[in-house]
């Protein structure tokens, strides 16, 4: 509907009209941006409550009713002052009721003055009939001439004018209706239309509508010839399509386009032979016989002949039969990798399932070739029909789509070259850390300029064949922004029901990727969305120990780095006790990168040894000789405090490196009670230090502390390295070890570290990762681990030379927990001072 705001501000009389009847009350409908004039026949929707009760109460009456426009459309209640003071009196000559309001045809009759307007379950109006003076003279009739001669200049052009509206404006004679009549134009603007019906002098009318008629009349004619123009032009380029076509023809004839055609040919040629499915096939031919049709210099063939190249590259035909052998297949694997039973049991299992699968199909297909055919010439005897055991179609095997998730630098991208070297498939790897955009997985649309397939159809045509094994790496770093959610395209491609029919939006046709044995990698899975995580099995491949980390060294670093530096495998030794120094004291990592970067960097000094001395044939790297190589030691063995302490705790944290040991600091100082968490704590972990507080001020008393020692004294929580964000619920009991130890001043014991959630009533429950965490307590020398009773379900995961040396004691309350890790006596505090800190003693300087 047109704003009110742009409409012409309407013709109100200065002086009073010509005699008027005596006012009358009236049924009022206000219309919106609607105008309906005298001797117009318009048909009305009403859709307001007020509105239907006036007309129905004018249907019951004598079928007249009021229409008067409003000054504002968008107005549901309105006023007097609401309306223009000129309306219509129309009479209703067909009054239909509906469930979303009324419809009703009316025809103008006479205009009337707004004198009062009564609003209740309808409105109504009190009004004054305007009699119009019909006027004579010259001028009048020019203008009336004018009018007539332009409404059919006006209908002539094109416009969508009834017929009868058009043959009553030629024949009426009054200059009033003229203007009436002719102001039901449909192109007229609704202000206007407005106007005319405020204007109650037929001349004045007449002289306001000359201008508007025959801007209309002008518009309509450049309408018409558009509407030409655009019809001569489409006839235009079929003409020269069809001579086109003719010219094609003829130049065929005389042998001009014989190299284009020999390629036209080809690419026909190579279609038929790609064992495409049917409706591919149908849809290349299509794009090639498009090629054909178009000019060669258009800028779409080159599109076109993209499209076709890409189809074509594609792999269509099955590949060819496969033998699995397990045996050979655990050969590789444990070649390959030092460890990791559960992954390589997990691929074997399926490689058998798919061993017995393919045995399975040739029996089949034996079975088949041998039923003897049925006799010529005999007609079969009625039986009822009976069903094989065999007879239902075969269920396709589903290819599993495996996840590997671990720290960095354990071999989840090698692991997957083993799987392919395995399987003899060809491998290809696609990397989707930092992608942001959908079409990197789905493909760009032909419209775009320098458009392309998705990374997975470009992975199947650098693969050459259906049945690849894909490694989609860092599936957990796909990011999301305003370009589309590439997780979510995934989730097409990683569905074994849905990924037989996947559509790229670049070849929009469907291309089957069922046959593609799927990996994928990550580091967490938090940050993979569910329903993609739902769709894949996840296998956890968790950090080494010393000795793996050990063993890989001596199978598969040493030999490889001795390689990539041009060294015989006598030339340089590297002794035992060295490598578990590097180990312990070079490297701090759940995987084996950094130990092969240390192992490199002696590797590079053993060259320019054995060239600065021409009679040394070898060199033996003793421990001794790390600082030479290596410069000193990175790393202690674990970073644990010395001795007992007040408030300082060990716990075991996980991260996307792996598991690691955290100090947790507690500090009490005279206050009001505030405790104070510092170290880039997470909101989670700030929820466990606040419930391991709620716990320690009820359970005070059975730890020798002050019942009012919380309320005097703040409380401030530290855990270090400020800079590395934690957050998590595995802290719990540690946060609470370390209140309890500050406000009882019972140390903690160094040798003891721990993890698990602890709830308000005390309870520990179980946490995740407990392998790394194990391993984290190892490597930092601890001898007591407390883990959750509940958490024993995970033991069996845990070898057990990995618990060599340490105690592990399963926990399930907090008391138990402070039993083990707080030490039997207090020590004496020392004197505080103002500010309530310990006061040290002066340090003596040489």
């Known amino acids: 509907m047109p704003e009110r705001a742009r409409a012409r501000a309407p013709v109100e009389p200065e002086a009073p009209p010509q005699p008027s009847s005596p006012p009358e009350t009236l049924p009022l409908v206000p219309l ?199 019809a001569q032009t489409i006839n235009q380029g079929q003409r020269e399509a069809i001579l086109r076509e003719q010219l094609r023809a003829i130049r065929k004839e005389l042998a001009e386009l014989g190299g284009d055609t020999q390629a036209e040919e080809d690419l026909r040629e190579r279609i038929e032979a790609a064992g495409m499915p049917e409706t591919v096939r149908a849809r290349a031919l299509k794009e090639l016989d498009r090629t054909e049709s178009l000019p060669s210099a258009s800028p779409e063939v080159g599109i076109l002949r993209s499209y076709l190249d890409w189809l074509l590259d594609l792999p269509w035909m099955d590949p060819p039969a496969e033998t699995v052998d397990i045996a050979t297949a655990a050969r590789i694997l444990d070649q390959d990798h030092y460890g990791l039973p559960k992954v390589k049991e997990r691929i074997l299992e399926w490689m058998a399932v798919r061993q017995r699968a393919l045995g399975r199909e040739a029996a089949r297909a034996a079975r088949a070739a041998a039923a003897p055919p049925e006799a010529a010439g005999e007609p079969a005897l009625a039986s009822p029909p009976t069903i094989a055991a065999d007879a239902r179609p075969p269920t396709p095997l589903r290819t599993p789509i495996l996840c590997f998730v671990g720290p960095p630098g354990v071999g989840k991208t090698s692991l997957g070259r083993s799987i392919a070297r395995a399987l003899g498939r060809k491998l290809v790897r696609v990397s989707l850390g930092g992608i942001r955009d959908e079409a990197e997985i789905r493909g760009h649309r032909r419209t775009y300029v320098g458009a392309l397939p998705g990374r997975v159809i470009q992975a199947m045509k650098q693969a050459g064949q259906r049945n690849p094994v894909m490694m989609l790496d860092e599936i957990d770093k796909v990011g999301l922004d305003f370009r589309g959610d590439p997780s979510a395209a995934l989730l097409e491609v990683l569905d074994p029901e849905q990924n037989r029919e996947f559509s790229d939006h670049y070849l ?81 990592e759940a995987g084996v990168r950094g130990l092969e970067r240390q192992i490199a960097q002696i590797m590079r000094k053993v060259p320019r040894q054995l ?115 934690k957050d998590g619920p595995s802290a719990g009991i540690t946060l609470t070890t370390a209140l309890v130890s500050v406000a009882s001043d019972r140390p903690v014991r160094h040798d003891v570290a721990m993890t698990g959630e602890v709830t308000l009533r005390g309870r520990v429950l179980p946490i995740g990762g407990v392998k790394d965490k194990l391993l984290a307590a190892r490597r930092a020398g601890i001898t007591v681990f407390l883990l959750p009773e509940r958490n024993r379900r995970d033991l069996h995961e845990i070898d057990r030379a990995m618990l060599e040396g340490m105690e592990l004691v399963l926990v399930d309350d907090v008391a138990h927990v402070l039993e083990r890790a707080l030490a039997p006596q207090a020590v004496p505090r020392r004197p505080r001072g103002r500010a309530g800190f310990e006061v040290s003693p002066p340090i003596l300087q040489a």
């Open 611 to 725: 060239a600065a001395e021409p009679g040394r044939t070898a060199v033996a790297v003793g421990e001794a000789d790390l600082i030479t190589f290596l410069g000193p030691a990175r790393f202690d063995d674990g970073e644990t405090e010395p001795d007992d302490r007040v408030g300082v705790v060990t716990g075991v944290v996980v991260s996307e490196a792996g598991g690691d040991v955290v100090t947790v600091e507690a500090l009490a100082t005279p206050g009001k009670g505030e405790l104070q968490l510092t170290g880039q704590i997470g909101d989670v972990m700030q929820e466990s230090a606040r419930a391991a507080l709620s716990w320690a001020r009820v359970h005070a008393r059975d730890f020798g502390i002050d019942p009012g020692f919380f309320e005097t004294h703040d409380v401030h929580i530290h855990v270090p390295a400020g800079a590395i964000p």
């Open 508 to 588: 929009e046709v469907a291309y089957d990727l069922s046959q593609v044995l799927f990996i994928t990698t990550a580091n967490i899975v938090e940050t993979i969305s569910p329903a993609l995580r739902d769709r894949m099995e996840i296998v956890r491949i968790t950090g080494y120990t010393p000795e793996e980390k050990e063993e890989i060294a001596r199978q598969h670093l040493l030999p490889r780095q001795l390689e990539q530096h041009a060294l015989d495998p006598g030339e340089c030794t590297i002794e035992g006790p060295a490598l578990r120094a590097i180990i312990r004291g070079y490297t701090r």
């Open 32 to 230: 919106r941006d609607n105008v309906v004039l005298p001797a117009q026949l318009a048909p009305l929707g009403a859709g307001r409550a007020r509105s239907i009760a006036s007309l129905e109460a004018a249907v019951a009456a004598s079928g007249k009713v009021v229409l008067a426009v409003q000054r504002q459309s968008e107005l549901d209640e309105v006023e007097l002052g609401d309306l223009y003071p000129i309306a219509t009196v129309a009479q209703i000559g067909a009054f239909r009721r509906g469930s979303g309001g009324a419809q009703v045809l009316v025809e103008g009759q006479y205009r009337v003055r707004l004198l009062e307007l009564t609003v209740g379950e309808g409105w109504s109006a009190a009004v004054e009939t305007i009699t119009e003076v019909e006027p004579e003279g010259a001028e009048v009739d020019a203008l009336a001439t004018s009018v007539q001669q332009l409404f059919a200049d006006y209908a002539a052009a094109g416009a969508q004018v009834a017929p009868e509206l058009a043959i009553s404006v030629a024949r009426t004679r009054e200059p009033g209706r003229i203007a009436d009549i002719a102001g039901a134009a449909p192109d007229l603007p609704a202000d206007e239309r407005i106007a005319l019906l405020q204007e109650h002098e037929p001349a004045a009318r007449l002289q306001r509508l000359v201008p508007v008629l025959a801007r209309q009349v002008q518009v309509a004619q450049l309408r018409s010839k558009i509407q030409q123009d655009v």
